[in-house]
């Protein structure tokens, strides 16, 4: 018995059971295009959960900014608040580490196929 990763989930799974227990794929002989296949689709999943982040990273730091513009004092005041603070950088923060990942995930090497 040993253990495998899945194609289609990349988790650790035996290599005797008939379908992975995470997500479903029948384990039985894969020709090389449905392994291509399924990297393609698991390749294309981690490049939308980046997009996302980097738009929630945005987001963060929009709501940031507006909290620091709508406290008093109004406006761009200084010292700002610090729960504006925190928003603006952590947004900041959320949306370079995700966009790095991003730009990782498309690069030629680490592209399926």
């Known amino acids: 018995m040993a253990i495998i990763h899945c194609p289609g989930c990349s988790r650790r799974i035996s290599n005797q059971v ?16 449905d ?6 689709r ?3 999943r981690q490049v939308y959960r980046a997009s ?5 990273g ?6 940031g900014a507006i909290w620091w513009w709508l406290a008093e004092p109004a406006g761009w005041a200084l010292p700002p608040p610090p729960v504006a603070v ?12 995700a966009r790095v990942w991003l ?11």
């Open 18 to 33: 008939k379908a992975c227990p995470h997500c479903g794929l029948a384990m039985g002989e894969l020709s090389q295009e």
């Open 35 to 40: 392994v291509d296949r399924i990297a393609r």
């Open 42 to 44: 698991y390749w294309r």
């Open 52 to 56: 996302n982040i980097t738009y929630f």
């Open 58 to 63: 945005m987001t963060l730091l929009v709501v």
């Open 86 to 97: 925190g928003l603006v950088s952590l947004g900041v923060a959320v949306y370079l580490a």
């Open 103 to 113: 730009f990782w995930l498309r690069l030629r090497r680490n592209r399926p196929g």
